[in-house]
């Protein structure tokens, strides 16, 4: 029987959020647009936003225990 793994927080399993397509037809350049990702991932509270590729947000989660 193989042991249970328990994942710290330190394992940065990246987490992708699908970013709606509003973001870039509304983005007037570059800081604006990332105004409108950072302003929508308010809706993931625990998330960090590590970059951004081929319509993702790649995240870092964090516990609640973390802050």
Do not use: Q
């Amino acid at each position: 029987m193989k042991p249970k793994m328990k994942l710290s927080s330190s394992d940065n399993v990246p987490y992708k959020v699908l970013l709606p397509v509003w973001i870039w037809e509304e983005a007037k350049d570059k800081d604006h647009f990332i105004n409108l990702v950072l302003d929508y991932m308010t809706r993931y509270p625990n998330y960090t936003v590590k970059k951004i590729k081929d319509g993702f947000a790649y995240c870092e989660r964090c516990n609640e225990d973390d802050h």
